[in-house]
């Protein structure tokens, strides 16, 4: 007999049974620390589908921004408890080339000073006791002789060597600082605090979990990441089938009216850009390369969804900047994927629109829409430089298409699951606008 289909995965009957089934009724909530987030789960050893698999244990895996990926594993070996605390770890740097990261140099510095930052931030700092010298806290060397540290900034990483000499008490005499040459090799080894989970602005976390076990064979096997349990952080609790009819309901009325858009998800974490600014911490507004965001990339996408029809007015107007056209209006969408300010949206016909404040009705903390005001972009606007890739190319999701002779676009299909493929109604929106070619 199955399980209800709100305990188990939805598609449990095209279940492959080589792989154990995920624990179910994940949750994640603020571990009331900063930086932290507990997630806790039922054991996968209690579903009677793994009864044939020695479960070892489950994995944890996170993703920030986008619950589609790429997902990174958080735990080096199976967890064998129902808890896991996702918290900010400390990390070592070992002899980090910092030759070419000064910021003020003696020979170019009015006061003399010899300054560069660290790659990491921000830096780990434990006082040294009866000595006013940071060498403890950070150590570096220039041309493999140590240098002495004066001072260390840690939000910022900005390590300043001291260049006052040192009475030698054996030999009596003074010692010269050791200081870097233009053409010195500096290294530097420090501890600094890997960034984790972000909570003093809106970061979205999601997590999955799946389990572990060894086949009869003695195999390690998991669940596939894609049909792992998941959450994030702003789950409190899980839809039930009431809430979940409701949800089911909505996108039916958008999938007979709403209109198909692309939308692409601000990075927030990342590889920094190199136009980010170390004295101001703002990235250029004008880059090609992370298009304002300071992350490599700038945006995660694209991804179909469904908003509510445009009912709003069009018009152009006059400003100091010249006449402009005006296009804002308020539409909602479903609770997936969690959108943002400053996310963006595609159109079919490649207008491009900047997403306002989200508002998220929930019931219980159960998300259920997204409301939200969307506004027309200028072309001069670098959102409009950040490419449309191929669809076929993209990693996520995967049951992207397209169609030879219909453009790049990504054909809209009927949504019941029990309608064979072949058999599916496609058409170019969801309410099949301008199928007919003249």
């Given at each position: 007999?199955?399980?209800?289909?709100?305990?188990?995965?939805?598609?449990?009957?095209?279940?492959?049974?080589?792989?154990?089934?995920?624990?179910?009724?994940?949750?994640?909530?603020?571990?009331?620390?900063?930086?932290?987030?507990?997630?806790?789960?039922?054991?996968?050893?209690?579903?009677?589908?793994?009864?044939?698999?020695?479960?070892?244990?489950?994995?944890?895996?996170?993703?920030?921004?986008?619950?589609?990926?790429?997902?990174?594993?958080?735990?080096?070996?199976?967890?064998?408890?129902?808890?896991?605390?996702?918290?900010?770890?400390?990390?070592?740097?070992?002899?980090?080339?910092?030759?070419?990261?000064?910021?003020?140099?003696?020979?170019?510095?009015?006061?003399?000073?010899?300054?560069?930052?660290?790659?990491?931030?921000?830096?780990?700092?434990?006082?040294?006791?009866?000595?006013?010298?940071?060498?403890?806290?950070?150590?570096?060397?220039?041309?493999?002789?140590?240098?002495?540290?004066?001072?260390?900034?840690?939000?910022?990483?900005?390590?300043?060597?001291?260049?006052?000499?040192?009475?030698?008490?054996?030999?009596?005499?003074?010692?010269?600082?050791?200081?870097?040459?233009?053409?010195?090799?500096?290294?530097?080894?420090?501890?600094?605090?890997?960034?984790?989970?972000?909570?003093?602005?809106?970061?979205?976390?999601?997590?999955?979990?799946?389990?572990v076990a060894a086949s009869q064979t003695g195999e390690l096997i998991e669940?596939?990441?894609?049909?792992?349990?998941?959450?994030?952080?702003?789950?409190?609790?899980?839809?039930?089938?009431?809430?979940?009819?409701?949800?089911?309901?909505?996108?039916?009325?958008?999938?007979q009216a709403g209109e198909r858009v692309?939308?692409?998800?601000?990075?927030?974490?990342?590889?920094?850009?190199?136009?980010?600014?170390?004295?101001?911490?703002?990235?250029?507004?004008?880059?090609?390369?992370?298009?304002?965001?300071?992350?490599?990339?700038?945006?995660?996408?694209?991804?179909?969804?469904?908003?509510?029809?445009?009912?709003?007015?069009?018009?152009?107007?006059?400003?100091?900047?010249?006449?402009?056209?005006?296009?804002?209006?308020?539409?909602?969408?479903?609770?997936?994927?969690?959108?943002?300010?400053?996310?963006?949206?595609?159109?079919?016909?490649?207008?491009?629109?900047?997403?306002?404040?989200?508002?998220?009705?929930?019931?219980?903390?159960?998300?259920?829409?997204?409301?939200?005001?969307?506004?027309?972009?200028?072309?001069?606007?670098?959102?409009?430089?950040?490419?449309?890739?191929?669809?076929?190319?993209?990693?996520?999701?995967?049951?992207?298409?397209?169609?030879?002779?219909?453009?790049?676009?990504?054909?809209?299909?009927?949504?019941?699951?029990?309608?064979?493929?072949?058999?599916?109604?496609?058409?170019?929106?969801?309410?099949?606008?301008?199928?007919?070619?003249?």
């Open positions: 007999m199955p399980s209800p289909p709100d305990r188990l995965p939805a598609d449990l009957e095209v279940w492959d049974p080589e792989y154990p089934i995920p624990p179910l009724n994940i949750t994640c909530a603020s571990g009331y620390d900063n930086s932290t987030i507990d997630l806790w789960w039922s054991s996968p050893a209690e579903l009677s589908v793994n009864t044939s698999f020695n479960i070892v244990g489950v994995n944890v895996y996170r993703s920030f921004d986008s619950e589609f990926g790429p997902y990174t594993r958080l735990n080096a070996l199976p967890i064998q408890a129902n808890f896991y605390v996702d918290r900010t770890m400390m990390r070592v740097a070992l002899e980090e080339d910092v030759s070419d990261r000064f910021l003020a140099r003696a020979e170019s510095d009015p006061m003399a000073r010899f300054i560069f930052i660290t790659r990491n931030t921000p830096l780990v700092i434990q006082p040294a006791i009866n000595t006013p010298y940071a060498d403890l806290n950070v150590y570096v060397t220039v041309d493999g002789v140590p240098a002495r540290v004066l001072s260390v900034i840690a939000s910022t990483g900005e390590v300043e060597l001291d260049s006052s000499p040192v009475f030698d008490v054996v030999n009596q005499k003074q010692t010269p600082a050791v200081l870097p040459s233009p053409n010195s090799k500096v290294l530097c080894s420090y501890r600094y605090i890997e960034q984790g989970p972000r909570t003093s602005l809106y970061q979205r976390l999601f997590y999955r979990v799946t389990t669940t596939p990441i894609h049909r792992a349990s998941q959450t994030n952080s702003y789950e409190i609790e899980k839809l039930d089938y009431i809430w979940r009819e409701a949800i089911r309901r909505n996108k039916f009325i958008l999938a692309k939308v692409f998800i601000r990075k927030t974490v990342g590889v920094k850009c190199g136009c980010l600014s170390d004295l101001y911490k703002q990235p250029a507004s004008d880059c090609l390369v992370c298009y304002g965001t300071g992350i490599i990339g700038g945006y995660d996408g694209p991804y179909d969804i469904l908003i509510a029809p445009d009912e709003a007015e069009k018009k152009i107007a006059q400003s100091n900047r010249g006449r402009n056209f005006e296009h804002v209006y308020d539409t909602w969408t479903g609770p997936n994927p969690l959108l943002s300010m400053r996310d963006f949206m595609v159109k079919l016909n490649g207008d491009r629109y900047g997403i306002g404040a989200v508002k998220i009705p929930t019931n219980r903390g159960m998300q259920l829409q997204q409301h939200f005001m969307v506004s027309h972009l200028d072309e001069s606007d670098i959102i409009y430089k950040v490419p449309v890739l191929d669809v076929t190319t993209l990693k996520v999701p995967q049951t992207r298409y397209i169609v030879d002779g219909e453009g790049r676009a990504t054909p809209m299909t009927t949504d019941r699951e029990a309608i064979p493929a072949e058999r599916q109604i496609r058409g170019r929106t969801a309410t099949y606008e301008n199928i007919n070619r003249r």
